[in-house]
């Protein structure tokens, strides 16, 4: 088990690229979610999969913003056109599912990124 | 619908004193809780969970929290602080049901000074 992890670590981009990050989950985590973590906030939830279905997304999740989860592995976030609004830290985290004495979330390092 | 109070964004202890942590949440269902852990520039460690066992909950590195339900609380203390404790601290709630999103609510947390 080498826990979650998240590619790149940090990025700065400039307004209107594009960006992608991944996350690879701990392997048996049928479940995969994305948060944001603005200074200052707690992270804020934007999407999770349960194997490759993304089930469900927030609000903050515009447009610009989509996620894959391929084959039920890792998973990608990708932002179009980027904002500076849209400098954090995304994180990644991986569970078994809701409902069991297991769930709990376990959370990748972070993809801090800046959007100059 | 759920959510975290944190009461306190900076909390201040000497070392060798008494960590305490508060947290309120709200839950129209039964909640699962956790508290959470975050150095600078890290991802989150889970500290504790709370699911629907004891309600007296021990955690890593000495820190304990206990569910109150009458109290709609999930306080985390540590009978004596090292500096080694400072860092941010998220308190995290969500539903327990089998099929629910499972994504976890946080507050906006609390930072833990510790001085010598």
């Known amino acids: 088990d080498t826990g979650v992890s998240q590619n790149p670590r940090h990025k700065i981009t400039k307004r209107g690229q594009n960006v992608t990050f991944r996350c690879d989950p701990i392997?048996?985590?049928?479940?995969l979610y994305w948060y944001r973590q603005t200074l200052g906030q707690g992270p804020e939830f934007l999407t999770y999969?349960?194997?490759?279905?993304?089930?469900?997304k927030s609000r903050l999740l515009s447009d610009r913003f989509s996620a894959e989860r391929p084959k039920g592995s890792f998973s990608t976030l990708e932002i179009q056109r980027t904002e500076q609004g849209d400098s954090a830290m995304y994180l990644c985290?991986?569970?078994?599912?809701?409902?069991?004495?297991?769930?709990?979330?376990?959370f990748g390092p972070g993809t801090r990124l800046t959007v100059t | 619908a759920q959510s975290v109070t944190q009461l306190g964004s900076h909390v201040s202890v000497s070392e060798g004193a008494l960590v305490l942590l508060r947290c309120n949440y709200s839950?129209?269902?039964?909640?699962?809780l956790f508290w959470y852990v975050q150095y600078p520039n890290q991802g989150l460690q889970l500290l504790l969970k709370y699911t629907s066992a004891a309600t007296l909950v021990k955690g890593i590195n000495g820190f304990e929290a206990e569910f109150k339900k009458s109290e709609t609380s999930f306080h985390l203390t540590k009978p004596s602080a090292h500096m080694s404790d400072a860092a941010e601290y998220f308190c995290a709630v969500t539903g327990d049901a089998i099929g629910s999103q499972g994504n976890l609510i946080f507050g906006k947390g609390t930072k833990l000074s510790v001085k010598p």
């Open positions: 839950s129209s269902v039964p909640p699962y």
């Open positions: 999969f349960q194997n490759e279905a993304q089930l469900e």
């Open positions: 392997s048996e985590h049928n479940r």
């Open positions: 985290a991986s569970s078994l599912r809701p409902g069991t004495d297991a769930y709990e979330q376990y």
